[in-house]
């Protein structure tokens, strides 16, 4: 005799759906806002870490993304095209190499609105709401990594 199937809830009521369909909608929040300057979002990624600190090496700016270094490294490659990175081998290793912001690339930061804010602020949600949600989202995502991992 074989087990009844298991009764999953509708699709709009899991977990997993909510968190794809969000990240649909803010990724195409993002992109409308970010067209006008020609960036893609995980371009714009990398811009804002090179603001908060310039000169990182390529694994440095891959590790805070989440990324492998072979994917980033076509983004940075872009973003060197468009003027707004320098890559340069660094004279202790070789091997590494940085990533600086241009003249251009600093500029951008003054040029380009608070995108971030302005997004969130059509979410609905109070600054403690998004605070609060960040954070349950980033230990979700450290226990379904390490729970991966073993």
């Known amino acids: 005799m074989s087990d009844p199937p298991i009764q999953l809830p509708p699709v709009e009521e899991q977990l997993c759906f909510a968190l794809y369909s969000t990240a649909m909608e803010m990724a195409r929040a993002y992109k409308a806002a970010l067209d006008p300057f020609s960036l893609t979002y995980p371009q714009y990624l990398v811009l804002q870490l090179l603001w908060q600190m310039d000169g990182q ?12 270094p072979s994917t980033i490294t076509p983004l940075i490659k872009r973003l060197e095209k468009s003027g707004l990175v320098v890559r340069t081998r660094e004279s202790s290793d070789e091997r590494q190499v940085l990533v600086r912001l241009t003249d251009k690339g600093r500029m951008l930061q003054s040029v380009v609105p608070c ?10 949600l109070s600054a403690q709401d998004v605070a609060a949600l960040t954070q349950k989202l980033q230990n979700m995502r450290q226990v379904l990594s390490e729970s991966s991992r073993s």
């Not at 590790?63 to 492998?68: A, D, G, S, W």
């Not at 995108?115 to 609905?124: M, P, R, S, Y």
């Open 115 to 124: 995108i971030n804010e302005t997004l969130l602020a059509h979410t609905g």
């Open 57 to 68: 090496r390529i694994g440095q700016l891959a590790t805070r993304l989440l990324l492998e």
